[in-house]
């Protein structure tokens, strides 16, 4: 379950991650929903502000995520990298050259992109599953353990962070 609940927690971060950067600046996300012809986002303002939308649903599901766990978060977790792998087809289909994931630092939706999405949604279909909790509960083990985790799961993010970015 560790390993499980490592990686979860890693996704959870990353979400944080990508809502924080969607809500700081939704330019980019925008963007792309404009370019796909998304029909809530039909105009500059409306498409800014399904931006900030996704940003603040990936935020508090990222964080909620990391504080509670749990099958029904889990699985909120995996619907939405199911819709992001999605958007992600649609934008490589239009020859987009930004995915708008992590705002004007995105890079292209590339198929490790999409691959590292469908990942993260089997990662939250299999903590649904093995029932993973928040990082609070889940960091029961020994100190060095903890440490050990913690660690994985810092690198863990700072990895996927580098390979979805236009550093990646």
């Not at 292209?108 to 590292?116: E, G, K």
Request: glycine share 12%.
């Amino acid at each position: 379950m560790t390993l499980v609940a490592g990686a979860f927690w890693v996704i959870c971060l990353v979400l944080v991650a990508a809502g924080a950067t969607k809500l700081l600046d939704p330019t980019a996300l925008a963007g792309v929903l404009a370019q796909l012809r998304v029909p809530l986002a039909a105009n500059e303002r409306s498409a800014r502000n399904m931006a900030r939308i996704i940003g603040w649903v990936e935020l508090l599901l990222g964080f909620a995520g990391l504080v509670a766990g749990g099958a029904v978060l889990a699985v909120a977790l995996a619907a939405a990298y199911v819709g992001f792998s999605v958007l992600l087809i649609a934008a490589r289909r239009a020859s987009l050259t930004s995915c708008g994931c992590f705002g004007s630092r995105s890079g292209p939706p590339t198929r490790l992109h999409l691959a590292i999405n469908l990942g993260s949604a089997c990662v939250a279909v299999t903590a649904a599953v093995v029932g993973v909790p928040g990082v609070a509960e889940g960091l029961s083990e020994t100190l060095i353990s903890n440490a050990v985790l913690l660690v994985c799961v810092v690198l863990g993010t700072i990895g996927i962070l580098f390979l979805e970015t236009e550093r990646g």
